[in-house]
C-alpha cells in the first residue's frame, strides 16, 4: 500500500522535534468504533485523513477485482477516534494496511517512555492492540 497521510486541522503550530522511534502497530477496532477503516468492504491500498474538530474527513482507495476506487468518508468521531489517541501524544498515524479485521499503523516518537502510554490509551479504544515492531535510528 502506498504511504498514507492524516493530520489534525486544530493542532499545534511551530512545534518541531526529531521523532527517532519507530513503531507498528496491528489494531483490531472496537466493535462501537465508528472510524471508517474500521470494516471497509473492500482491500484498502491507500489511505488520507484529516481531523477537523469532531469530523473525520477520509480519503480511502480501494481496490475492487482489476480496478481501484477512491472513496471519500465524513464520519464524525468521539472520543473513541484512533487519530485522536495518536494526537494527544503528539504523533501522527500513518495507516499501512486496513483489512476490515485489523488496521496497521506506523508512527514515530521521540521518547520510550511514550510507548507504553499510546499503547495504554489505544488500548482502551479497541479490542486488541499488537507492538508488532519498534526500530530506532
Same mark, same amino acid.
Given at each position: 500500500?502506498?504511504?498514507?497521510?492524516?493530520?489534525?486541522?486544530?493542532?499545534?503550530?511551530?512545534?518541531?522535534?526529531?521523532? *527517532?522511534?519507530?513503531?507498528?502497530? !496491528?489494531?483490531?477496532?472496537?466493535?462501537? @468504533?465508528?472510524?471508517?477503516?474500521?470494516?471497509?468492504?473492500?482491500?484498502? !491500498?491507500?489511505? *488520507?485523513?484529516?481531523?477537523?474538530?469532531?469530523?473525520? *474527513?477520509?480519503?480511502?482507495?480501494?481496490? +475492487?477485482? /482489476?480496478?481501484?476506487?477512491?472513496?471519500?468518508?465524513?464520519?464524525?468521531?468521539?472520543?473513541? @477516534?484512533? @487519530?485522536?489517541?495518536?494526537?494527544?501524544?503528539? @504523533?501522527?498515524?500513518?495507516?499501512?494496511?486496513? +483489512?476490515?479485521?485489523?488496521?496497521?499503523?506506523?508512527?514515530?516518537?521521540?521518547?520510550?517512555?511514550?510507548?507504553? /502510554?499510546?499503547? !495504554?490509551?489505544?488500548?482502551?479504544?479497541? !479490542?486488541?492492540?499488537?507492538?508488532?515492531?519498534?526500530?530506532?535510528?
Amino acid at each position: 500500500m502506498a504511504d498514507s497521510t492524516s493530520g489534525v486541522a486544530e493542532a499545534k503550530a511551530d512545534t518541531l522535534r526529531e521523532q *527517532h522511534l519507530q513503531l507498528l502497530l !496491528e489494531i483490531e477496532p472496537a466493535k462501537r @468504533c465508528s472510524c471508517p477503516l474500521a470494516g471497509p468492504d473492500s482491500a484498502v !491500498e491507500d489511505v *488520507h485523513t484529516q481531523l477537523d474538530g469532531d469530523v473525520c *474527513h477520509a480519503e480511502v482507495t480501494v481496490g +475492487d477485482g /482489476d480496478a481501484s476506487k477512491v472513496v471519500h468518508a465524513t464520519t464524525s468521531v468521539g472520543d473513541d @477516534c484512533l @487519530c485522536r489517541a495518536f494526537a494527544e501524544f503528539e @504523533c501522527v498515524p500513518r495507516i499501512r494496511r486496513a +483489512d476490515g479485521e485489523c488496521i496497521v499503523v506506523e508512527t514515530y516518537l521521540s521518547d520510550r517512555a511514550v510507548i507504553t /502510554d499510546l499503547v !495504554e490509551r489505544l488500548d482502551e479504544l479497541t !479490542e486488541r492492540v499488537c507492538l508488532r515492531r519498534l526500530t530506532s535510528d
